[in-house]
Structures are given as structure tokens and as C-alpha cells.
T-cell receptor
Framework: EAQVTQNPRYLITVTGKKLTVTCSQN?????MSWYRQDPGLGLRQIYY???????DKGDVPEGYKVSRKEKRNFPLILESPSPNQTSLYFC????????????FGDGTRLSIL | GQQLNQSPQSMFIQEGEDVSMNCTSS?????WLWYKQDPGEGPVLLIA?????ELTSNGRLTAQFGITRKDSFLNISASIPSDVGIYFC????????????FGAGTQVVVTP
């Protein structure tokens, strides 16, 4: 089954404690992306990757890092999480054509205390 | 940056009624997408539109790509309880390298 898998699904942690949210897709997609979803703001792009070792900032990259060492994986790293990063995070992927729609994971709810 | 305005923010409707929502952009898009998000899940693609004026249906859902390329609407006919969820529009600008802009979402609640 084609899918985008995120882990963990839920995490409560404290300010300053580094965390990583993993994202893996089994569709051999080139393009992967991270979004955060906040009430009334829809989905805002954090980082995206056009292919292995190619990443770029989205609209709200501050406080986040990503890496793309393998095609299937695109982890999101919060080196020093802060309460304003409490949010619902989604990873997405799509094939090489920009016209192809993105497939989303089921989300990771992060709470930073 | 580009602004996507999605309205209404929420809708409370009775089962069997039709639903209509729309998105407008401050600049032109080459692609409009409509997603639905159920609680605890990620957005799922409903309809994709790639040409100005295009009208596409998916079961009881119909979406149109506005001829100005700055708007799109989604209609749901004869709503049923499982239509409950948040509906998002998303658009891709010509020079955006595939980056999507999302609307803030329309929360649909269907009462029996």
C-alpha cells in the first residue's frame, strides 16, 4: 500500500530538548515536504526537498532543520524546541512532475511545554 | 507572498443539503487542488484542476477552476454525515517549482 508514514504520532516534550520526527514514503517519490498546521492558518510549508541531498526553505523554516540522505526518508529536526512550535505537523510526498498531487502522512501532534 | 482566502470558515448544514465553498487568490495559479481532512488524519486529495474553466466531478463533489485563474470553488451535493471534516483548497503558482499554497480550511458539520 502506497503511504507516507510519520513517527511519532504524538509527542509531549519540554523546551530545549532536541527531537526528530521521521517521515518515510514507499512510492519512490522525488519530492518531499514538511508542513505545520495551526488553527485558522491552514498548512504552511516548513521545508521541502526536490530529491536526495536537495533541500530548501519553505515559508516558516525558522527553528527547524531537515535532511535528505535517502530518497524515502525526510526527517524533521527541532534542535531546541520552543512552545511556539507546538503544532500539528504533516509530511507529504509526490512524484517528479509538479502537476502531481501531494500525498500526506497522518500527522504528528507536538506539544512543547 | 501570495494570499489564499478560503470561505466560509465553517458551515453547519443538514443532511441532504448542498454545500459550496470557494477560494480566491491574489495572483494567478496554474493548479488548484481540493483536499479533505478527517480528524486524526492527513489531508486526502479530492479533486485536481489544471486548466482555467475546467469543471471536474468526483461522485457528489464538483470543483471548478475559475476563468481568471485566481479562484476555485467546491460543491458537495446532497450531503451525508461522512462529509464532515475540514476541506482545504491549495494552489500552485506558475513560478513556484511545485510549491503549494493552502487556504485556511472550511469546517463542515453535517447534522442528521
Amino acid at each position: 500500500e502506497a503511504q507516507v508514514t510519520q513517527n511519532p504520532r504524538y509527542l509531549i516534550t519540554v523546551t530545549g530538548k532536541k527531537l526528530t520526527v521521521t517521515c518515510s514514503q514507499n512510492m519512490n517519490h522525488e519530492y518531499m515536504s514538511w508542513y505545520r498546521q495551526d488553527p485558522g492558518l491552514g498548512l504552511r510549508q516548513i521545508y521541502y526537498s526536490m530529491n536526495v541531498e536537495v533541500t530548501d526553505k519553505g515559508d516558516v523554516p525558522e527553528g527547524y532543520k531537515v535532511s535528505r540522505k535517502e530518497k524515502r526518508n525526510f526527517p524533521l529536526i527541532l534542535e531546541s524546541p520552543s512552545p511556539n512550535q507546538t503544532s500539528l505537523y504533516f509530511c507529504a510526498s509526490r512524484g517528479p512532475s509538479i502537476n502531481q498531487p501531494q500525498h500526506f502522512g497522518d500527522g504528528t501532534r507536538l506539544s512543547i511545554l | 507572498g501570495q494570499q489564499l482566502n478560503q470561505s466560509p470558515q465553517s458551515m453547519f448544514i443538514q443532511e441532504g443539503e448542498d454545500v459550496s465553498m470557494n477560494c480566491t487568490s491574489s495572483s494567478i495559479f496554474n493548479t488548484w487542488l481540493w483536499y479533505k481532512q478527517d480528524p486524526g488524519e492527513g489531508p486526502v486529495l479530492l479533486i485536481a484542476l489544471y486548466k482555467a474553466g475546467e469543471l471536474t466531478s468526483n461522485g457528489r463533489l464538483t470543483a471548478q477552476f475559475g476563468i481568471t485563474r485566481k479562484d476555485s470553488f467546491l460543491n458537495i451535493s446532497a450531503s451525508i454525515p461522512s462529509d464532515v471534516g475540514i476541506y482545504f483548497c491549495a494552489g500552485r503558482a506558475p513560478d513556484s517549482w511545485g510549491k503549494l499554497q493552502f487556504g485556511a480550511g472550511t469546517q463542515v458539520v453535517v447534522t442528521p
